[in-house]
């Protein structure tokens, strides 16, 4: 990645943890003064959500070093580490908070939602959402700042869910809904964890096949695949074996192709470079392995 690039990723990095601080501050200190578990939850979240983007930034860092003679072929694994990581220790705290809005809701309840719950709210709601409109252009090329943007807009959708149910909550005082106020709260906080758990999964899945060298997603193979063909074509290449991952940013492709004994060194640089020309158009960091032999025995 450039280097602007990384400039304007640990900037975007920057910007998420100090919205951060200040939703989780605010979170914290109204869930605090009005009892609502689900603003605690959002605050707590949010508040090690910090740490999780503070780590992300010094990923950033060391990622954009580049390779050293200690590690030869850079320190790309630490972005799919940090993101599981990350994943881990949200779908804790998911499942921490779910399981003591379960015990609220058998103990009969929370307090209602007050006017500070519902201004909570649309802040909680404002705040995310725009932060997360404005990651996006960043999150295009950066996987770290991807997932901050995914887990703003999950703080959004949540804001928004507060809003509506804060609202409604207070609507119903004094009808014959008015003991169901009391639930609203725990039952938000379980929604919001059944919300939130779908990211932290994914995170951890993601994490998994790239850390085992796993195969990357088929929207990545399809075009590599499609590039080596073409070029094998076009030097008459019959016999190939093609491996690819994809760790962090890094797209590591190996190919080995099995040729005629009177294949020339000078033919095997015309073809790393058409292979070169065609991978680099795909966005990611390209590290590209061709072997030619004449020995079936290796190409296997």
């Known amino acids: 990645?450039?280097?602007?690039?990384?400039?304007?990723?640990?900037?975007?990095l920057g910007l998420s943890v100090l919205c951060g601080f200040i939703l989780a501050v605010v979170g914290i200190a109204i869930g605090v003064g009005t009892?609502?578990?689900i603003i605690l939850f959002d605050g707590f979240y949010t508040f090690l959500g910090i740490g999780l983007s503070w780590m992300a930034m010094r990923v950033s860092f060391l990622v954009a070093s580049g390779p050293t003679s200690r590690y030869p072929f850079g320190r790309e694994?630490?972005?799919?580490?940090?993101?599981?990581?990350?994943?881990v220790a949200l779908l804790a705290t998911c499942s921490y908070a779910g399981f003591n809005a379960v015990l609220t809701i058998v103990h009969g309840g929370s307090r209602l939602p007050t006017g500070w719950s519902v201004a909570y709210a649309v802040f909680a709601l404002v705040l995310p959402t725009g932060l997360w409109w404005w990651l996006?252009?960043?999150a295009r090329t950066s996987e770290l700042v991807r997932a901050e943007a995914t887990q703003w807009l999950a703080g959004g959708v949540l804001g928004m869910g507060m809003l509506v149910a804060f609202i409604f909550a207070r609507l119903i005082v004094g009808t014959s809904w008015s003991p169901g106020a009391?639930?609203?709260d725990p039952s938000l906080v379980i929604a919001a964890c059944l919300l939130f758990v779908v990211p932290p999964v994914r995170m951890i899945r993601t994490t998994f096949i790239e850390l085992v060298e796993g195969s990357p997603d088929l929207d990545l193979q399809g075009p590599a695949r499609l590039a080596v063909d073409e070029v094998a074509a076009q030097f008459g290449l019959t016999d190939q074996h093609l491996r690819m991952t994809k760790i962090g940013r890094k797209f590591y492709v190996e190919?080995?192709?099995?040729?005629d004994p009177t294949w020339t060194v000078l033919r095997s640089d015309q073809v790393r470079k058409a292979l070169a020309a065609r991978l680099d158009q795909l966005p990611h960091e390209l590290w590209l392995t061709v072997e030619f032999s004449a020995d079936p025995m290796w190409g296997a």
Do not use: H, N, W
Request: proline share 8%; aromatic share 8%; hydrophobic share 40%.
């Open 1 to 12: 990645m450039p280097r602007d690039e990384f400039l304007v990723e640990r900037r975007s």
């Open 35 to 37: 009892g609502s578990q």
């Open 77 to 87: 694994a630490l972005t799919p580490l940090i993101i599981g990581v990350e994943g």
């Open 136 to 138: 996006r252009p960043t």
């Open 182 to 184: 009391k639930y609203v």
């Open 255 to 259: 190919i080995e192709f099995v040729v």
